[in-house]
């Protein structure tokens, strides 16, 4: 297949992008609403982006209407968030959150879900959760026509990390089991890891 992107629908270079750029890893993201309503969402448009402070980048799409999903309009006004590795065990409650509820309704509680308060942030943090990194906004970077997409930056101010699943500073990935996301309704779960080093180079 050869395609110019300006010779695709938008629906196109979607479902394009969401099977090329794959498996991507999940944010289970919670924001505290003005009302101190705790929201909470999944987003597979999401890594790590910087290490030295630790950055984390979120990218939230826009509503067909243009306006700002609650976690996105949360993150502008409070300029907090946390991001849970989305595990196995709650993958399923953790889909539930992504259920459109109006922002009164917490998407955590509907999920069977329930919060401890943040180390560093005013936004609590998911207690089933084993990882949770408590971020500051940095940078939020309107992307996109309309804007399409709000990419939010955030520094991670503390990692609330179960010692479970990390070892002298190391993460044991297959304890933590961490869920990745497909195109359309698809999931993979970790395959088999194996490992390479990396070649040096020697001069000749
Ligand atoms: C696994 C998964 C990944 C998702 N990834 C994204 C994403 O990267 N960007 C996005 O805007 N929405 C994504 N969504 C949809 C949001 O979770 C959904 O719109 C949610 O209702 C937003 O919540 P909020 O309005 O409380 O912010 C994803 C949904 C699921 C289930």
Redesign the pocket.
Known sequence: MQKDAKDLSAIEIYKLLIGLVTPRP?AFVTTLSENGIV?A??????NVVCSDPPMLAV???RKDDGSS????RNIRRTGEFVVHTAEESLIEKI?HT???YPSSIS?VERAGLTTVPGKLVKVPRVAECRVAMECKLVQIVELGNGPDSDLIIGEVVHFAVDDEVVNNGRVDVEKLAPVA?LAGSNYSKLGSVFAMERPKYTPE
């Open positions: 999940i929201n969402a999944p987003f597979s448009f999401y990218s939230v799409a999903k609650d976690t996105s889909n992504s259920c459109p998407e996301r």
